[in-house]
C-alpha cells in the first residue's frame, strides 16, 4: 500500500522509525472539511500519526507486534469540531464571543480575539471604548473605531496593551516554521515500562495548557490510559463549557504558584511526573521555576511538551496567540475568502486539533524512545508550524467520491452522549484508531479545578 506523502511527513518530523507509516491506511467520507487547503489531508494524518505512536508504544511495552492503523476520516472529522457539536443537557455553548472576528480597518481587515474577560477589556481598554456591557452597540462602536485606523497600528495598539488582534495578511506567508522539534535532554537509565492494555497506562502527565490544542492532546493521552492532572491558576478562570469539551479523561486542580504552600505541591507532583505539558507563550511560566532546563533539572527523564501560537523563534515568537489568529496572519485567511474578498477561515480550527493530535503523538514517541535510550525529552510544536505544514509540505489527496448537491457526510456515528458534573453531554468520539483502541474516554470531565492535586 502507497504511503499517505502527508502522514509520511509528520512521522518523519516525529522521528518515527522507518517503513511504519506504510501501514496507516484511510476510510474515506465524502464532503468532510471542505476548504481551498488540503484541511483533509492535514487532519487525517495528524490522527494517523498519532494512532501509530500509539500503536508503537503499545508494541514497546510487550505486544507481540504493531497493532493495525486504520483511521475514518468521518470520526475525524467530527472529532476535529468537536466544539461545535458538544451539547451539555441540550445547549449548544457559544464558540466565538461578539467582539471576536473579522473588521475591516482603514487598509485592510483585522481579526480580533476577544473570547476571555481579559482579553476583551484589553481590547477596548487599547482602543479606547468604555465597556457597556451592551454587546451590540459595542460591536458597532468597535467596528466604527476599527475602520478609521490602519490594520498594523490596531494591531501594535492592542498587542501593547496585552489584547489579541492582527491584521489579515494578503497572501500565503513565506515564512516556515517546523512542524516538530525534538531532542534529548540530559542523561538518565532508561524507562522501561510495563506491558498494559493502553499505551500511556501508568504515565503520569502534568497538564498546564488552556484553550484548544494543548488539551486536546492531553485529553488524548488520558484516553490512551495516562493518569492526567490539569493544573491552573486560580487566576486564570477558564471557560466551563470549553472544560467540558477538552476536560474528557482528566482531572483538574487549582494551584496558585506563586505561593510558597502551593509551589511545595506542585514540586510534589513533579517529583514523580514523567510528562509536563505546557500551553501558554515562551517565557510565561519561567519565572515559577518551569522553564524546560529547570523542570529537566529537577526531574532527569522528564519530557517536556511545549506549545506555543507563533513558533520559536522570530519577532513574534513571544507573543500571544490562537488559531483563529495565526490563521489570519499567516495567508490562510485570504486564500480561504469569500467571492467579496472578506476573509475566510478553516471549516475547523485545524491549526488547533492539529497541533493536539501532533502534541500528543510527539510525546507517544519520546516514551518509545525513552525506553530504549533513557533521557529526557524536550518537544516544540506551534500553531505557527502546523500553519506552514498545511502552506507548503502539504498536497490534496485524490478526492473522495464527490458528495450530491447539499449532501455531507453524517457524524451521527461518531456522537455519544455521557453523563457528567455539568450535566449530560453529547460529545464526539476520539478517532484515534488502532485495532483495540478504546473507543471513548474512562470518566467524563470534572468541574474545572476542583480534583484535589495528588496523583491517582
Not at 166 to 183: D, I, N
Not at 191 to 206: D, N, T
Request: glycine residues 10%; contains cysteine.
Amino acid at each position: 500500500m502507497p504511503v499517505d506523502p502527508a502522514t509520511a511527513h509528520a512521522w518523519a518530523a516525529l522521528g518515527g522509525p522507518n517503513g511504519l507509516a506504510e501501514g496507516v491506511s484511510y476510510e474515506e467520507a465524502s464532503g468532510v472539511l471542505p476548504a481551498r487547503l488540503p484541511v483533509r489531508e492535514l487532519a487525517r494524518a495528524s490522527v494517523g500519526v498519532c494512532s501509530l505512536a500509539a500503536a508503537e508504544l503499545l508494541a514497546r511495552r510487550g505486544e507481540a507486534s504493531i497493532p493495525t492503523v486504520h483511521v475514518r476520516e468521518a470520526a475525524v472529522a467530527t472529532a476535529f469540531v468537536s466544539e461545535r457539536h458538544l451539547r451539555i443537557d441540550g445547549r449548544k455553548p457559544t464558540s466565538f464571543a461578539p467582539l471576536s472576528g473579522f473588521w475591516r480597518a482603514a487598509d485592510g481587515w483585522v481579526r480580533t480575539h476577544a473570547n476571555y474577560p481579559h482579553h476583551r477589556s484589553r481590547l477596548l481598554r487599547a482602543l479606547g471604548i468604555r465597556d457597556t456591557g451592551d454587546d451590540q452597540a459595542l460591536a458597532g462602536s468597535l467596528a466604527q473605531e476599527l475602520a478609521g485606523r490602519p490594520a498594523l497600528g490596531i494591531q501594535e495598539t492592542v498587542y501593547a496593551a496585552g489584547g489579541l488582534a492582527v491584521g489579515v495578511a494578503t497572501g500565503r506567508s513565506a515564512t516556515v516554521h517546523p512542524l516538530v522539534e525534538s531532542r534529548l535532554a540530559g542523561e538518565s537509565p532508561p524507562r522501561a515500562l510495563p506491558g498494559a492494555s493502553l499505551p500511556a497506562s501508568g504515565v503520569r502527565v502534568l497538564d498546564l495548557t488552556r484553550v484548544i490544542a494543548g488539551p486536546v492532546a492531553t485529553r488524548t493521552l488520558a484516553l490512551l490510559g495516562a493518569d492526567v492532572l490539569r493544573v491552573d491558576s486560580p487566576q486564570l478562570p477558564e471557560d466551563p463549557d470549553a472544560h467540558a469539551d477538552t476536560g474528557m479523561g482528566k482531572r483538574s486542580t487549582l494551584l496558585d504558584l506563586s505561593t510558597p504552600q502551593d509551589r511545595k505541591v506542585f514540586d510534589a507532583l513533579l517529583g514523580s511526573a514523567d510528562v509536563v505539558v505546557t500551553g501558554y507563550r515562551p517565557g510565561a511560566l519561567d519565572p515559577y521555576g518551569l522553564a524546560p532546563e529547570a523542570l529537566l533539572e529537577r526531574r532527569p527523564g522528564l519530557i517536556v511538551a511545549q506549545l506555543s501560537a507563533w513558533g520559536w523563534s522570530g519577532p513574534w515568537a513571544e507573543r500571544r496567540g490562537f488559531d483563529s489568529l495565526v490563521q489570519a496572519a499567516s495567508g490562510i485567511a485570504a486564500i480561504e475568502a469569500g467571492a467579496d474578498g472578506r476573509p475566510g477561515v478553516l471549516p475547523a480550527q485545524a491549526l488547533d486539533h492539529g497541533t493536539g493530535y501532533l502534541l500528543a503523538a510527539a510525546v507517544l514517541r519520546a516514551l518509545s524512545d525513552r525506553q530504549l535510550t533513557g533521557g529526557g525529552r524536550r518537544i516544540r510544536l506551534s500553531l505557527a508550524g502546523t500553519a506552514s505544514w498545511l502552506l507548503h509540505n502539504i498536497h490534496p489527496a485524490p478526492a473522495a467520491a464527490a458528495p450530491a448537491e447539499g449532501e455531507t457526510y453524517d457524524p451521527q456515528p461518531w456522537l455519544t452522549e455521557t453523563p457528567s458534573p455539568y450535566g449530560t453531554l453529547r460529545h464526539a468520539l476520539p478517532p484515534i484508531a488502532y485495532d483495540g483502541a478504546p473507543r471513548t474516554w474512562p470518566r467524563p470531565p470534572s468541574r474545572w479545578g476542583t480534583d484535589r492535586p495528588a496523583w491517582n
